[in-house]
């Protein structure tokens, strides 16, 4: 499942606008399809936040989750990566709802 989130954390970098309510509304329309509300939106933000902070702490993890299902051998960690490797799992985490797995 990490290669799936990270395969989407990259279209929802490419695809998904320039700021990161954009991208958060994209990602959760691609994955639920609907437009999440304020509550799940400023939930997400705060994940991505979180994530960002902690890889930008951590380089390393953020190289290892960002190479994940490409082909890059460059392990040297740059914010970029700590960017891809944060909205990973946020893809993750919108790949794994209920709402997601379970469409009605």
């Known amino acids: 499942m990490t290669a799936a ?8 970098v490419n695809e998904g606008g ?9 990602a959760f329309k691609a994955a639920v399809a609907r437009t999440p509300n304020r509550e799940e939106t400023a939930n997400l933000a705060s994940l991505y936040r979180k994530s960002l902070r902690k890889f930008l702490t951590y380089g390393e993890d953020a190289s290892k989750l960002a190479n994940i299902g490409t082909e890059k051998t ?7 990566q700590a960017d891809l490797a944060a909205w990973t799992v946020l893809a993750n985490v919108l790949l794994n709802l209920d709402e997601t797995i379970t469409r009605e």
Do not use: V
């Not at 989130?5 to 929802?12: H, N, P």
């Not at 320039?18 to 994209?26: E, K, N, P």
């Open 5 to 12: 989130a990270a395969s989407f954390a990259r279209r929802i």
């Open 18 to 26: 320039s700021t990161l309510d954009q991208r958060i509304a994209f």
């Open 74 to 80: 460059d392990s040297s960690p740059t914010s970029a």
